[in-house]
């Protein structure tokens, strides 16, 4: 599907242009309560189409918010979704237009999915998760995380409008950052890689290593680097997918209730060296000579000597940022962490990580 992404455009002139090519008369926003405060949707409710506003959902959205917004979508008869804020709004808002156009008597998840035309349009309000730029999704089954991916859920319109991120706290914007270097980090790695990929994560790499400190001062024009960054390694991650960095964070991110990109960080700085310390080990089928010579490539584009300088580099990036320390809720096993882990990303990973290693790395990031 072709995406048009809107830079230096104001949305309120914008979307009635798109709301009218489309004939759209009823408007499916998705977002979350803290949204509602933010100029765009002041911007989206003064629109000529008639909005039904869906925020039935929570941080690591579950299946059955997704099927309450389906209900409340075919009620209305609505003819297109609009997404706003982070990663959650925008899995909803996915899903509730892949899965509205499947059998509502079978559980979604377990359907092959089918594609429709509905329009999806995205405002992402934080430059971090580049949701608005992969055909990924992830929600909760029975506490369980479900990965959902079709091409049709790409959205058609996005809106990157710097000035969203004006009132965002600062931990979120922190993390956020950190969640787009990790989509790029890992993107960069990938057995998946490809020359067109690794361009893309070179591009974000050096966008947040430039702009991410004057971005967290407030510098507007910061802001519209970053998320630039951000739609960028979306970009590289919709071609390569993440790696075990992600596959890790997630439990993480539950347990310890922390941010995702702050979760996804905290592996990505362990997992790293583990990695060029076991490089033997190396599952790419390119070989191990093309992955070294792939974190020689991916030292350079930080700006280090080496594959160990820019891995140190990615750690004091973490130290200079001071986030909060992780804080247990009861005496949380290191298996159950392990045992959450997706096989499938770990497929996606340069170096072999078995039980053993993912137990080594998650004893290193909770220090025992």
């Given amino acids: 599907m072709k995406q048009t992404v809107y830079t230096d455009k104001r949305i309120d002139t914008i979307l009635p242009e798109i709301l009218e090519s489309r004939a759209v008369r009823k408007l499916f926003v998705v977002c979350g309560q803290s949204c509602r405060r933010l100029k765009v949707a002041e911007d989206v409710a003064a629109l000529p189409a008639e909005k039904i506003w869906f925020q039935d959902f929570r941080s690591n959205p579950d299946y059955d918010s997704v099927v309450n917004g389906i209900q409340e979508y075919k009620k209305a008869s609505c003819d297109a979704i609009l997404a706003i804020g982070g990663g959650s709004a925008m899995d909803v808002a996915k899903c509730i237009k892949l899965f509205s156009g499947m059998e509502e008597t079978e559980n979604y998840l377990?359907?092959?999915?089918?594609?429709?035309?509905?329009?999806?349009?995205?405002?992402?309000?934080?430059?971090?998760?580049?949701?608005?730029?992969?055909?990924?999704?992830?929600?909760?089954?029975?506490?369980?995380?479900?990965?959902?991916?079709?091409?049709?859920?790409?959205?058609?319109?996005?809106?990157?409008?710097?000035?969203?991120?004006?009132?965002?706290?600062?931990?979120q914007k922190k993390a956020t950052s950190l969640d787009a270097l990790c989509h790029a980090v890992e993107s960069f790695w990938s057995v998946n890689s490809t020359e067109e990929s690794r361009a893309l994560s070179g591009e974000a790499i050096r966008l947040i290593d430039k702009y991410l400190a004057p971005y967290l001062k407030g510098n507007q024009t910061a802001a519209a680097e970053m998320f630039q960054a951000a739609y960028i390694a979306g970009e590289a991650i919709n071609i390569t997918q993440t790696t075990a960095g992600h596959a890790m964070c997630y439990k993480l991110t539950s347990l310890y209730k922390i941010s995702h990109g702050h979760a996804a960080a905290l592996c990505v700085e362990k997992l790293w060296p583990y990695m060029l310390r076991h490089i033997e080990d190396c599952t790419d089928g390119r070989g191990k000579e093309y992955l070294e010579k792939s974190f020689a490539e991916l030292a350079d584009v930080f700006g280090c000597a080496d594959a160990k300088a820019a891995a140190d580099k990615f750690c004091e990036i973490m130290r200079k940022l001071e986030l909060p320390e992780l804080t247990e809720e009861g005496n949380i096993e290191i298996q159950r962490l392990v045992k959450s882990v997706n096989l499938t990303r770990l497929k996606n990973n340069p170096v072999k990580l078995d039980e053993k290693a993912l137990t080594e790395l998650y004893e290193e990031i909770l220090k025992r």
């Fill in 110 to 171: 377990r359907q092959t999915p089918v594609g429709n035309n509905i329009p999806l349009i995205a405002v992402p309000t934080t430059a971090g998760t580049g949701s608005e730029a992969t055909r990924f999704a992830v929600i909760y089954f029975q506490g369980e995380k479900q990965s959902v991916t079709h091409d049709s859920i790409l959205p058609e319109y996005v809106f990157l409008m710097p000035e969203v991120l004006e009132e965002l706290p600062l931990y």
